[in-house]
């Protein structure tokens, strides 16, 4: 089968990967820029913008393309599945219309409420900044602010933690259009990801990311420093109860999604916060994670063309997917100044990885030279068996690259997870 991967970061390298080691699947990539990693394993691949949904038609019809893995958002929220399906390529992602599970956080708090969907924190929505203004001033807890369209994981601000309430009013100014004001939730996050095909769902291990971007979860949110997973596929600061809680309410919402006559095919992302009340969600992505799909599919032991036709014709019920019982640490490499002023244009000199995989993301080729660009730059995950084992694989090879890029030591660490479980202990 022929398969478009659509996206060119680290996240559609890992997909592009993980195709290519698939049976009898040939892989063809639509980047925005090229990524060396997907453009080696691509039979073809075409430069465009990843929402130039005629383009993609069209280079799909070239190459007769079966299916399309769509990785970022930004194409789902431009429409670029019902597009695609009219001109009869199957969708590994989700239409517009139940993309807004992510592009809308107002509807998918509305969604949540009307269906009586557990984990939905209190929520207020504004349209604009003066009625906003004069709910936080009247309010003296603490709240998480979040504009209601995509802002590449870095629009939240959370009160007590980023800004004081000026300063959330000064963020609310600054956004001027639709907010969503949120229950500050406090608790251990993770990442629960499933493959849904519209009324069915299997979950992927347990991930953790690391939004901040400094050792010690310090400085500003980022799109995620790194992420690591367990051999067991959980996370020890989660009780049976409490993972099986997160899993209904990701059923309830592919289940709310078809009864809206919107079903929900792709990969759907849980963010979780584990608080003393149990799993509470922050939000739901209409895709992988980036980097959690750098985790999940280095471990994915089944042949990733089953799940994608099982995902496609609704019969992921009869699909058996498994994941190596493995731990897994993604440390990512960033620019220097990264994320409020990254510095681009520098050449990178990768050192011994020794057995880790590579996953390119914003970085060219020139002149046999890996250069910077302004975002996230590669990331390399270590799998081992034991999560000590997979943390000194990967930062073994992040601390190998030579140039200005850096990466979190602590990602992954046995005190880091430590930590984690100390503090749901104290919050129950
Ligand atoms: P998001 O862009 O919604 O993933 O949010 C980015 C980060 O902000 C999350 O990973 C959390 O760390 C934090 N966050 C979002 N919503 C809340 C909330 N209601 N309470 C506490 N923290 C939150
Ligand atoms: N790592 C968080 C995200 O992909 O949204």
Known sequence: MKVLVVGSGGREHAIAQALSKGRDITVYSVMSRINPGIAALSQDYLITRETASQEI????????IDYAFIGPEVPLEAGIVDSLSTAGVLCVGPKKKAARIETDKAFCRNLMKQYNIPGLPGYYIFQGPDEAVAFLKTSSSDYAIKPIGLTGGKGVRIMG????????CEYVREINGGVVIEERLIGEEFTLQAFVDGKHLIPMPLVQDHKRAFDGDKGPNTGGMGSYTLPDHRMPFISDDEYNHAIGIMNKVVAALASEGTPYIGILYGQFMNTAKGPMVIEF?????????????????????????????????TVQVSFARKATVCKYLVPEGYPDNPHAGDIITPGDAGPALLYYASVVSKDGNLVTQSSRTMAYVGIGDTLEEAEKIAETAAASVQGPVRHRRDVGTVDVLNKRIAHMQEIR
């Open 285 to 317: 992505n209409a895709r992988f994670g980036d980097p959690e799909a750098m985790n999940v599919l280095s471990l994915l032991d089944s042949d990733i063309g089953d799940v994608i036709r099982g995902v496609t014709s609704g019969t992921l019920d």
């Open 57 to 64: 038609k069209s280079f799909c019809a070239k190459h007769k």
């Open 161 to 168: 933690e980023h800004v004081d309430q000026d300063g959330a």
